[in-house]
């Protein structure tokens, strides 16, 4: 799922950064970039060109989606919720949950152990 070509720079600690614009649109591709991983969870940013999405499937930990920008159907145990910027949900874990972009989109994902 990461784009290729040139690196991305390492983020910047101690300071204030545009969280939407660490992370661009491909079209036709789904783009993540990792900026946190402990051993208590992970925080990713990911960017979908429109149509793009991410098929149904389960994490074992309570997963948040935070709505940088666009719009996305987001399906939990069945139940399609449409999210926009400046929205959140909360996917619960071992619960069935997927993702269709209506338009492009980004999202920061934290995942908590």
Partial sequence: METKG??????????????AGLIAYQRGAVVS????RRTSGTVTLFSFDRGQGLS????PFDALVVVLDGEARITVAGRANRVR???????????????????????????VR
Wanted: glycine share 4%; charged share 30%.
């Fill in 33 to 36: 970039r990792e900026i946190v």
């Fill in 85 to 111: 910027k400046g929205e959140m949900i909360l996917m619960p874990a071992r619960k069935p949950h997927a993702l269709q972009a209506e338009r492009r989109f980004k999202m920061l994902l934290v995942m």
């Fill in 6 to 19: 040139k690196a991305k720079q390492p983020l910047q600690k101690g300071r204030a950064l545009p969280l």
């Fill in 56 to 59: 149904e499937h389960t994490a």
